[in-house]
């Protein structure tokens, strides 16, 4: 199976690994580039992102929202 990688910075979150970055190599992740802000922060409407494979995801559904913020 071949994994491709979009890479593109999306707003208020830069590559954690800079020089793998620029190498196209996104496996470091990203990091916010501002603290989690529950009062002000607002999702973005984002087009032609695909969401992750979720089937075989573990949920821990004993932390809320409240252990975010």
């Not at 190498?23 to 992750?52: A, I, W």
Request: aromatic share 8%; charged share 30%; with cysteine.
């Amino acid at each position: 199976m071949i994994k491709v990688v979009k890479l593109g910075q999306r707003i208020g979150f830069s590559p954690k690994n800079k020089q793998a970055w620029k190498l196209r190599d996104g496996s470091d992740g990203c990091m916010r580039n501002t603290n989690l802000d529950c009062e002000s922060d607002e999702f973005y409407h984002m087009e032609d992102v695909k969401l992750p494979e979720t089937s075989s995801v573990f949920v821990n559904t004993t932390m809320g929202i409240d252990d975010e913020c």
